[in-house]
Structure formats: C-alpha cells, structure tokens
T-cell receptor, first 112, second 114 residues
Framework: QQPVQSPQAVILREGEDAVINCSSS?????VHWYRQKHGEAPVFLMI?????EQKGHEKISASFNEKKQQSSLYLTASQLSYSGTYFC?????????????FGTGTRLQVTL | DAGVIQSPRHEVTEMGQEVTLRCKPI?????LFWYRQTMMRGLELLIY????????DSGMPEDRFSAKMPNASFSTLKIQPSEPRDSAVYFC????????????FGNGTRLTVT
C-alpha cells in the first residue's frame, strides 16, 4: 500500500523552513527520500534505516519514527533550488534497494 | 560514470503497436527496477530483477507487459499491444545490494499511445 505524504503541496519564500511527512500503514525498515524536478528523473536525497537517522544532503535532514511508522523530511533555510516534488519510498528490508513503494508526493515551490 | 541510460527518451505510437523500452543500468549494480509514473497513480513499481533474474513482477499490469534482462548491462520492457492508457513516463532504476544503497534513475521514456 502506498505511503501517504503530507502536505500535498507547499509554497515557501526563500529562507523559510518546511517539513514533509510520510506515513505508512505497514512496518517500516527503511525510508528513502527523493526529489524530482519537472521533466527530470527522481534524485536520491537520503536513506533512513530502522534504528538510525542519517543526514544526507545540503540543509536537508530527516527523522524516522518506527513506532509511528512515519518519516519526516526537514528543509532548512530553503533555496530556490529546493523546488520540486519530494517522494518518500518505503522498503521492506534494511538498506538494500529492493522493492520500494513510493508515496503520493509533495510538491514544493520556493519563491523569492 | 554515465548513470542509468534509457532509450528512447520519447515514444509516440498508435494503439495496437508493439513498444520496446530499453535500459542500461550502472555497471556493478545488481538490482534493476522498472517504474511507471502517471499523475493519477504516481510512481508504481512494475518489476524488478536481481542478478538478471526477475524477482517480483506483481506490479506488471497485464499480460501485455513483459520485461527481460538477458545480461547485467541490458534490460527491456515490452508492451504488446499498446493501449492509450499505457501512456506514462517509464523509469528504469538500478541499485546494489550493499547497505544504504539508493536507487539511481534513468531519465525516463515518455510514452504516448494514440
């Protein structure tokens, strides 16, 4: 079943912060985060594993709450380049890039 | 590294025609995935391979869809016959078994079936 992301869309001014949430009805072992710009392929941002938290990209970090089956992506001091659609991908196994199910997506627009 | 290479970038075909999409994964990656992206359904996993062997094809929508991976450097996704509802962007992605492995996506093939 597809993870649910919230919000569906958000508009920020440059420099503002944002939080994107990803919730799953199934137990989570790993969560991937990707960003896709219009007309391009999704690009990997970071991966979080059960029992850990990993910061992977620019001023973007994430958390992973196994009990709540949720992950959140934090974008700090947003830049114009952060604009795009963010997807979480949840996996049945830790680490191995196998059978990710992607969320519904969150469209982020950063303006001047 | 050249990344994941897909061809063609765009494909326009008429209903009933056969369509073949191609993918070259990153050298050394042992997982290959085919995803389909539409506005309505988002990114859907169609099938994935591990060491050239199909592991899970439960996402393949119908028998009209088939995928092969004859060797570690090449995979195809075929639709025969194609239908207008197959119109979407098809992504190939590769990854490897090592811990913390991300997916590397190709640039996708935009398929339009008229």
């Amino acid at each position: 079943q597809q993870p649910v992301q919230s919000p569906q869309a958000v508009i920020l001014r440059e420099g503002e912060d944002a939080v994107i949430n990803c919730s799953s009805s199934k137990a989570l072992y790993s969560v991937h985060w990707y960003r896709q710009k219009h007309g391009e392929a999704p690009v990997f941002l970071m991966i979080l594993l059960k029992g850990g938290e990993q910061k992977g990209h620019e001023k973007i970090s994430a958390s992973f709450n196994e009990k709540k089956q949720q992950s959140s992506l934090y974008l700090t001091a947003s830049q114009l380049s952060y604009s795009g659609t963010y997807f979480c991908g949840t996996g049945p196994f830790t680490g191995t890039a196998s059978k990710l199910t992607f969320g519904t997506g969150t469209r982020l627009q950063v303006t001047l | 590294d050249a990344g994941v290479i897909q061809s063609p970038r765009h494909e326009v075909t008429e209903m009933g025609q056969e369509v073949t999409l191609r993918c070259k994964p990153i050298s050394g990656h042992d997982y290959l995935f085919w995803y389909r992206q539409t506005m309505m359904r988002g990114l859907e996993l169609l099938i994935y391979f591990n060491n050239n062997v199909p592991i899970d094809d439960s996402g393949m929508p119908e028998d009209r869809f088939s995928a092969k991976m004859p060797n570690a450097s090449f995979s195809t996704l075929k639709i025969q016959p194609s239908e207008p509802r197959d119109s979407a962007v098809y992504f190939c992605a590769s990854g490897w078994t090592g811990g913390n492995s991300p997916l590397h996506f190709g640039n996708g093939t935009r398929l339009t079936v008229t």
